[in-house]
């Protein structure tokens, strides 16, 4: 019960501290899933013969010209939306007038509602929030040339810090690097290729800023379940608003949303990614409140592949199998033999009573000298 009650607290203040030190640990955290997404880029420059410096300017070379595509596309996205707003503004107030009609909100509530003090609030909300963004890339990109600068230097970090474990300890660590970089490059992929699909049938549909509507289904993506409900909402909408009175383009925009959602999401994920990272979805969920109390939006994105990295974890660890069972999803568990568990227990159980056997032979033995 106390180890337990310990446990809790221990649990607790990490918590309390990764959400204090959120400005640190999210670049830190965003770093390495970026270092472990580029790790082909990073393996043929190593098969090059590229330096550590080298490695930093062409990964740094390709992240500029990302960056500079999504500016580009984001630029392009603002100005198309300025002109869907000012053609379909007028159509927009008259929902407005009709919805407090409806609600029976008086017209001088409206009249005397200051609409100018809401833009400033919001403006700057919104350039504090640029800023703010602004910061944790340049301290993620920082992070990320510290890495691969030290990478190199990892293998003799291990050998002088863990001696005799040091291939176990470097096992574990290249198991855990691998598994998370195919798993975060295959849940990219499906995130394209959802975003993608979204993008083609809205395009077929007419439907307006399609492209900006693909990109947020890309990224909604990686938030599991709530993701791809909240990906389907704004082009559905943005359906309502451009063809109403007419409902039939709507909702065949939210029936082909739906579908892509359900058949990615429940078909091919499970076959590409496969039960060997399948997570419990109440884990999942459990995960994606934890970490977005914690780090917000930041924390939402990356629920799912942090608490796939724990089990990945507990599955590298015998003493921590058991955990990994609990994080894992039903199939994902079915699949494994019955005596596995019982023989990590048993594993630990043995080396307890060897600690504790050569425990009382240290204790027993002044007193066998002093008798003697």
Avoid at 135 to 157: G, H, I, N, Q, R
Avoid at 172 to 182: G, H, K, M, R, Y
Wanted: aromatic share 8%; net charge positive.
């Amino acid at each position: 019960m106390l180890l337990a009650l310990m446990g809790f607290l221990s649990a607790v203040a990490l918590c309390t501290v990764l959400h204090i030190a959120s400005n640190v640990f999210i670049p830190l955290v965003i770093a390495w899933f970026i270092l472990q997404m580029l790790r082909p880029v990073t393996k043929i420059s190593s098969a090059l013969k590229f330096n550590a410096w080298s490695n930093v300017i062409l990964v740094f070379a390709i992240l500029t010209g990302i960056g500079l595509a999504g500016f580009k596309f984001i630029t392009a996205q603002v100005v198309e939306f300025g002109h869907v707003y000012t053609e379909y503004s007028e159509k927009l107030i008259e929902w407005a007038a009709g919805l407090m009609q409806t609600l029976s909100v008086p017209p001088e509530t409206v009249k005397n509602f200051d609409w100018f003090a809401i833009l400033r609030s919001n403006a700057s909300n919104i350039s504090s929030l640029i800023i703010a963004l602004s910061s944790k890339f340049v301290m993620t990109l920082v992070f990320l040339m510290f890495m691969m600068v030290e990478a190199p230097y990892l293998d003799d970090k291990i050998n002088k810090a863990f001696g005799k474990n040091s291939e176990r300890v470097r096992k574990i660590i290249s198991a855990i690097s691998q598994q998370v970089s195919q798993y975060l490059g295959t849940l990219t992929l499906i995130s394209f290729a959802t975003g993608v699909c979204a993008w083609l049938v809205l395009m077929v549909l007419d439907v307006r800023l399609a492209a900006g509507w693909g990109v947020l289904t890309f990224l909604l993506n990686f938030i599991p379940t709530v993701g791809s409900i909240i990906a389907t909402i704004p082009p559905v909408v943005m359906a309502v608003i451009q063809f109403s009175p007419g409902l039939f383009r709507p909702f065949l925009v939210l029936v082909s949303l739906t579908a892509i959602q359900v058949t990615i999401g429940n078909i091919i994920t499970p076959k590409v990614v496969g039960d060997r990272l399948g997570v419990s979805p109440v884990m999942i969920l459990l995960s994606l409140l934890l970490w977005g109390m914690i780090w917000g939006i930041p924390g939402a994105l990356l629920s799912t592949p942090i608490i796939s990295i724990i089990k990945i974890i507990c599955e590298n660890i015998p003493v921590l199998h058991s955990i990994a069972i609990l994080i894992g999803s039903g199939e994902s568990v079915r699949k494994l033999p019955d005596a596995k568990t019982p023989e990590v227990v048993e594993e630990v159980v043995d080396t307890v009573k060897k600690k504790l056997a050569g425990a009382a032979k240290k204790v027993h033995m002044p007193r066998k000298k002093k008798n003697d």
